[in-house]
């Protein structure tokens, strides 16, 4: 959008319509509103258009525009003057704040904050957490259901384990699950049943490329249904570590397995670029962001402990 | 709002109206749950359990861990919206005396608080309010009468965070008005700048 036009008489704001009739004419300072200086000398200056005046032009570019050297890591903040919860003060409040929602609908996440270098290389990796958090992954194995690979994916928790009678419901519609594996040896079939058309733009179809066509589908099940992945954006990280119905030893538990994950990740990558832990903020869908001191939980509570806080 | 004292302001204020405000009550011992049923949609007077839900329903919480709140809105517009609000009196023998019990039922001027006991062995009350039509203030006095909840005032530091906090809001607002006028005064200035070189460079071309 253009910026706004002024009515080169009257300097007052005009409409876009209307200011193309004064387009061509120029600008006549109106004696009543005195024009701001620079805009007075200016005009009269490229009017007068002699080389020397041009020449002798005052440059200096105004401070806003100077160039500012840009920083080179991310700011943080000086955690001397925060405040900070511990456990199981914080999931308190969290649980206050989700008051009434479902407990497998709210979720906790975990924000990392890091003092990193802005163009290094990020913290990128997936982790099974003690308590996965999104657990109703359904799951759909193409294997024979009778063969030793169909049993031991129905044993991992496959919601679907089949191969006929997979191809006939999804061509009929009924796209029952969210991921998909197929064994190597029903690859063969699967490329038969044509059914790129219906699962390929839901990014479902089994290809050697996504890691979805395994032998072993028992431990892809079990991988698949556990692991949540996580990556460092702008020097955080963030991952969602637990349900609201999770009990503050479980979360206790997830924290720690993260926090340990995320460590040796950085410490992995210390040699290319210095990574260290600044702050930990736990937060919810529906509640504030708290940052952790670290303790599980503190004397000065009201007597509220964790069994308290691990009710509903 | 990166810097940190914004952020902690913004916290502070917002745990503290968490902390206090209407709704913030201990309840007694014997309440181990609360369970709200009302629609999902305010039509048919389903507004004040809604609010109640959001605003002191939170603050119950918070002082409250330990009892089971939990709420249900599958109802229709036309069915009732009921809170019920289950007791525990462990030991039968003792509940003829029990708070439980307890505010003098007969007395209560309120139609509709029901006594049911459901199993032999743990005698559970479950007292129930209708809120329909009503709004979070009214059901909030009716379950507080009921209860018997003591309200939780705020302590001399919290008075004076939340005076820290006003003051610095006030003070706040003030600055960010004139440094409006200040930012506008600025672009304008820049504006009609660029409007003259805009119009300067169409001219000598």
Known sequence: MAAPRYCPSCLSLASQTTTTLFRASTPRISPFTPPPQSLLQQPNQLRAASQNALKYRRKDVPASQKRKKARSTFLVPDLRNAIQFSLVEAMRYLRASEVGRPPTSSKYELHLRLRTPKNGAVVRNRLRLPHPVKTDLRICVIAPSDSPQGLAAKAAGAVIVGEEEIFLAIKEGRVEFDRCLCHTDSLALLQKANLGRILGPKGLMPSVKTNTVVKDVGASVREMAGASEYRERFGVVRMAIGQLGFSAEEMQRNIRAFVESVKRDMQGISDQTAKDLHEVVLSSTNGPGLSLNGSFSSGEDGGVGARDVSTL | ?205
């Open chain 2, 1 to 205: 709002m990166v810097s940190l004292p914004q952020r902690m302001r913004k916290l502070q204020t917002k745990l503290l109206a968490i902390r206090l405000g209407s709704g913030a009550y201990v309840l007694p011992k014997d309440i181990k749950r609360i369970h709200m049923r009302f629609a999902p949609r305010i039509e048919g007077g389903h507004m004040g359990p809604r609010k109640f839900w959001h605003h002191e329903l939170v603050r119950l919480k918070y002082h409250n861990p330990a009892v089971t709140m939990t709420v249900d809105r599958t109802a229709r517009p036309e069915d009732a919206a009921v809170m019920s609000v289950h007791y525990t009196s462990s030991n039968p023998t003792l509940s003829s005396d029990s708070s439980a019990a307890g505010p003098a039922p007969v007395a209560s001027t309120s139609t509709s608080s029901t006594l049911t006991e459901t199993d032999a062995n743990t005698t559970e009350d479950v007292r129930t309010i209708d809120m329909k039509h009503r709004t979070n203030s009214e059901i909030l006095d009716e379950l507080v009468r009921m209860t018997k909840a003591k309200i939780v005032e705020a302590t001399a530091e919290e008075v004076e965070e939340l005076r820290a906090l006003e003051e610095q809001r006030v003070r706040g607002a003030k600055d960010s008005a004139k440094s409006l006028e200040v930012r506008a005064r600025l672009k304008r200035e820049k504006d009609l700048l660029e409007q003259a070189r805009g119009e300067m460079a169409g001219q000598a071309a």
